[in-house]
């Protein structure tokens, strides 16, 4: 069975960028531009992961992530966030609110699919040694 992603970013751009890499790495993307859809789609869908836009209009990601932590429909499913917000306050308040991976746009396409697969393998983190964010820093860089 094909690993589903929800897909949460307002900007058409990334949707599109971010959707080609997944999908050319096989997965099954569903994409929404809001927090309130993220939050109603992830209930009726049930991905497997979440790549969660942090600074959205109206229901920001960090909203979304503790709405989708307090439904035990929703609890269990690996988030990973995708930001520009990159400062340390914002990694620490990312790992209270109980995020699987963090992704500092802008990233490489090979960080962001390193990062999907080690959430969907279980190991709970996306995170480099000493709780750094990934952080892109190549040409390719989405």
């Known amino acids: 069975m094909q690993c589903r992603i929800l897909l949460v970013e307002d900007e058409p751009e990334n949707q599109l ?3 080609l890499i997944l999908k050319t790495e096989g997965y099954s993307v ?10 109603e789609t992830a209930e009726r869908e049930r991905p497997d992961l979440v790549l969660l836009d942090v600074m959205m209009p109206e229901v920001n990601g960090f909203e979304v992530l503790a709405r989708l932590r307090n439904n035990p429909n929703t609890a269990s499913t690996p988030v990973i966030l995708l930001t520009a917000l990159a400062q ?3 990694v ?3 790992v209270e609110a109980g995020v699987n991976g963090f992704v500092a746009k802008p990233f490489e396409p090979g960080e ?3 990062c999907v697969h080690s959430a969907l393998a279980g190991s709970g983190s996306c995170r480099v040694a000493g709780m750094r964010p990934c952080l892109g ?3 390719d860089d989405v």
């Open 17 to 19: 960028v971010i959707g």
């Open 30 to 39: 569903i994409t929404v531009d809001r927090g309130e859809a993220a939050v």
């Open 88 to 90: 340390e306050r914002d």
């Open 137 to 139: 820093s190549g040409a």
């Open 112 to 114: 962001l699919i390193s």
């Open 92 to 94: 620490e308040r990312a």
